[in-house]
């Protein structure tokens, strides 16, 4: 079982990392980050979806393997944050237009 908990949790990270692909670059020009490598984010972003989906997968095989076993209410704060780190990638991702305009409007 902490296989699979550990794969949601990989899958949740990575989908958030592959979420902030966007707007974490116009951030980090904001603090003065900035440079030439931030160009490797655009070739990251195009596989965000993929990645979202992957995670969601996961998620929900770690779900139903617990409710399986019966050890759902041991392992529900683990899915339950795994889960809520997923949520907040897709609403990034979602809104990704409205956030870069945001810190735009900030330089």
């Not at 993929?50 to 929900?60: E, G, K, Q, R």
Request: include cysteine; aromatic fraction near 12%.
């Amino acid at each position: 079982m902490k296989g699979f908990i550990g794969a949601s949790w990989l899958g949740s990270i990575t989908a958030i990392g592959v979420a902030s692909c966007c707007v974490l670059p116009v951030t980090m020009m904001l603090l003065g980050l900035g440079g030439s490598w931030l160009a490797i984010f655009g070739k990251i972003a195009a596989a965000s979806y993929y990645v979202l989906a992957a995670s969601v997968f996961l998620l929900i095989i770690a779900w139903v393997s617990a409710a399986r076993r019966g050890s759902l209410g041991k392992l529900k704060w683990w899915l339950g944050s795994s889960t809520m780190l997923t949520l907040a990638a897709w609403i990034i991702v979602s809104n990704e237009a409205r956030l870069n305009e945001f810190l735009i409007g900030l330089m």
